[in-house]
């Protein structure tokens, strides 16, 4: 693919899909006018991992395929737990499934301790997103040839205030001006509004108002959105999902169910030692990650994993409808989510015109299947746009409006600009009352951006101070909800109970960013802000630090990278030459490089990218492979 032409006078403005699992970039090119992924180090999309070691860290593929070597340094999923409180449940519970160490970093808040650099080192999920992110803008700086300061990035529809604000401390950590922050599902349907644009251009039939429904489903992420689309403007209606649900939950289950599969073909005590090795179950994870792959297109495979614990070679077949039935239960979930996302919505199921798929594990068949029943089979399903890319690329739309100043950009692509107004906000947002009751002061999906001022008053008399306490959620009790912050107003009017009058307003940004106030009607007292600041938990000092940290070692990073890269090109060019040796049934050679693959294997963390080069010179050299 071509570079785009550096355009000075175009501020690009990249769009990052920054996924649970697997991260995406685009840009849109000024000289092509078109939004366009930018291609990584291998392929479109590059793992959101991050491993880290004596040397430095790695980020993307080379730290993934590392992992078995190195599970307790090597660290995914952090969007499952950022911006999310140590003793936070769903933290918990996802803290037992890592092989690397989530603690308590001190203030309440989670950390990630990982040896690097001969230390042991606690990180805040911010900063392991940043490394991800900081990867995918030096992608892009090198393809469009010059640096980028500015991004959208995409979280889940319904993460709260403080997962945003912490996605945004996390591009701000990468040297990235995170100019908004949009929801993933959106972004799918900016990306999907942009192709009918283009389909119409090539003189396809042009529909007027159509009821979308985006269905994406990640690795650990889920939601349903329902919008409207009229005339290139987009209004999302309701939007609804789960932030734990994804792909890695149907891998569980297919561990799970190896794990009794072990027991029952090895016995207990293999199983007991397979309980403990990390690395036998990270192994294992992959290899039921990609029989669960192999299982979209075929409809039976094996699950293999060579001396999983001492000598137990695993090896046990799995049916596509053994897998279905195993997952049963969550692929009904995501169906139920559908059904209440549209009756919040207040669309009928025979008013949906289409249904978008994005998110890679929308490729699961029975998945399809059901959603298409559903509608009964009167849509078909939407998956001309490819469901990893196009969230990265609706971003980039967005950041091309940004760009061009908002009205009028985005005409060149088909697209209008006001479709950016009409989001919602994913949850209801209000403050506690007197029995710890929750009063809501903006609704779940209300269109954002948006104002609400609400009145309210002292429950004793004389009191002069009143406690602002901002929760989000559904329930009517603060208990069942997610307390975001709070703040005092002083020098509210010393009267009896119920007779001063205090207007606390709630401001909703559009990247879902609430700020709040509260103002005494008689005194004129004042209070605000204090929610915004809590709910950044980062420090400016602490982000400033991790900046300054991330400078410093970019150079030991890139050279580590460089040195992973080869290590895995001479990995699959060792079992190439294997294969040679004993076609040719040279026994010298065979040992040969059954003693490379032990170095590459045992001792190549010491060696550096000049002694792996000498290796892989001398294999190309007696057995004409091609490796650099
Ligand atoms: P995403 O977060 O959108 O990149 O989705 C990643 C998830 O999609 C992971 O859990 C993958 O295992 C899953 N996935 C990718 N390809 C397939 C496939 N062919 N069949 C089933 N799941 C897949």
Redesign the pocket.
């Known amino acids: 693919m071509s570079s785009f032409t550096a355009n000075e006078d175009y501020e690009t403005i990249v769009g990052i899909d920054l996924?649970?699992?697997?991260s995406c970039i685009s840009a849109y090119n000024p000289t092509e006018k078109k939004v366009e992924v930018i291609p990584l180090a291998q392929g479109r999309?590059m793992p959101s991992w991050v491993a880290f070691t004596p040397e430095g860290k790695t980020v993307g593929h080379p730290a993934k395929s590392q992992v078995a070597s190195n599970p307790n340094n090597t660290v995914y999923d952090v969007k499952r737990f950022i911006g999310r409180p140590f003793n936070d449940e769903i933290v918990k519970e996802e803290c037992k499934g890592f092989p690397f160490k989530v603690v308590d970093g001190g203030n309440g808040d989670p950390r990630v301790e990982v040896e690097w650099r001969g230390a042991t080192k606690q990180l805040a999920p911010e900063e392991i997103s940043s490394f991800v992110l900081a990867e995918l803008k030096q992608a892009a700086e090198k393809h469009l040839g010059k640096e980028v300061k500015s991004a959208v990035i995409t979280v889940p529809a319904h993460f709260n205030n403080q997962q945003r604000q912490a996605t945004k401390d996390a591009g701000r950590i990468a040297g990235l001006n995170v100019r908004r922050i949009i929801n993933e599902p959106t972004a799918a349907a900016l990306a999907y509004g942009l192709h009918n644009a283009d389909e119409e251009k090539a003189g396809k039939e042009k529909t007027d108002k159509s009821n979308v429904v985006i269905f994406d489903l990640?690795?650990?992420t889920f939601d349903v959105t329902c919008l409207t689309m009229n005339g290139g403007v987009f209004e999302v209606k309701a939007t609804g999902g789960d932030t734990h649900l994804?792909?890695?939950d149907?891998?569980n289950l297919v561990v799970e169910w190896c794990k009794t599969q072990i027991l029952e073909k090895h016995g207990k005590e293999k199983a007991a030692l397979f309980d403990k090795s990390n690395r036998a179950m990270s192994r294992l994870r992959r290899a039921c990650?990609t029989a669960?792959?192999a299982l979209?297109s075929g409809t039976t495979t094996n699950i293999e994993v060579d001396s999983l614990v001492e000598d137990v070679d695993f090896n046990v077949a799995l049916s596509r409808a053994k897998f279905e039935e195993l997952n049963a239960k969550l692929f009904q979930d995501c169906l139920d989510t559908v059904t209440a996302v549209l009756k919040d919505a207040g669309v009928k199921n025979s008013e949906v015109t289409d249904i978008v798929l994005v998110?890679?594990?929308t490729?699961?068949p029975i998945l399809q299947t059901k959603l298409g029943e559903m509608f009964s089979g009167r849509i078909e399903l939407c998956k001309s746009i490819h469901?990893?890319e196009a969230v990265a690329i609706g971003a980039a739309v967005q950041g091309h409006i940004l760009a061009t100043g908002g009205k009028g950009g985005g005409q060149d692509l088909g697209v209008s600009t006001d479709l950016l107004l009409l989001d919602v906000t994913p949850l209801s947002l209000g403050i506690e009352l007197e029995g710890r009751v929750m009063s809501t002061l903006i609704k779940r999906n209300t269109a954002i951006p948006c104002k609400k001022t609400r009145t309210y008053s002292t429950v004793d008399d004389w009191q002069t101070e009143i406690d602002v306490v901002v929760y989000e959620g559904e329930r009517p009790h603060i208990d069942g909800n997610n307390k975001l912050g709070s703040f005092v107003i002083s020098g509210v009017q010393k009267a009896r109970a119920g007779e001063p009058k205090v207007d606390v307003t709630f401001s909703l940004d559009a990247n879902g960013i609430l700020v709040v106030s509260a103002e005494d009607q008689v005194t004129g007292a004042k209070a605000n802000a204090e929610i915004k600041a809590e709910a950044g938990r980062l420090t400016k000092e602490e982000v400033d630090k991790m900046i300054a940290d991330s400078e410093k070692y970019k150079e030991a990073d890139e050279e580590l990278a460089k040195k992973l890269e080869l290590k895995s090109l001479l990995e699959e060019a060792i079992f190439e030459c294997n294969s040679l040796a004993k076609e040719k049934k040279d026994e010298a050679g065979v040992r040969e490089i059954e003693n490379m693959m032990d170095w590459l294997e045992l001792d190549s963390d010491q060696a550096n990218y000049e002694d792996m080069k000498k290796k892989a010179i001398s294999l190309e050299d007696k057995w004409g492979v091609r490796i650099i």
């Open positions: 996924g649970t699992t697997f999309t990640g690795g650990g994804g792909g890695e149907f891998d990650e669960k792959r979209s998110g890679g594990s490729r699961v469901p990893d």
